[in-house]
């Protein structure tokens, strides 16, 4: 059964920065799809980042210019990158990988990113 683990959550002040791992028990190449979602208390998970083959990326109008979507093959590790952090960012933060051609859609755990204003 293929994991993803996420790690690198925390707390920080708003304008500071965090980077999210998510540690892939498989080739992240095997992925169609990686991507991030987020859910803040009493909201809908939401689409953070998402990162396909060939390494294009798309973004929520939310977070553009302020995160960046990564993944490293030699490491099977996907990134996010946030900078300029808002209180609104506030939420726990998801790993989500697709391979489909093996039916597999995968979460991982979940981890808190806490800003303070």
């Known amino acids: 059964q293929v994991q993803l683990v996420e790690s690198g959550g925390g707390s920080v002040q708003a304008g500071g920065s965090l980077r999210l791992s998510c540690a892939a028990s498989a080739r992240v190449l095997s992925f169609d799809a990686m991507a991030w979602y987020r859910q803040a208390p009493g909201k809908q998970r939401e689409l953070v980042a998402r990162?396909?083959?060939?390494?294009?990326?798309n973004y929520a109008d939310s977070v553009k210019g302020r995160f960046t979507i990564s993944r490293d093959n030699a490491k099977n590790t996907a990134y996010l990158q946030m900078n300029s952090l808002k209180a609104e960012d506030t939420a726990v933060y998801y790993c989500?990988?697709?391979?489909?051609?093996?039916?597999?859609?995968?979460w991982g755990q979940g981890t808190q990113v806490t800003v303070s204003s």
């Open positions: 990162i396909i083959s060939g390494d294009f990326t």
């Open positions: 989500y990988g697709e391979r489909p051609r093996s039916g597999q859609y995968i």
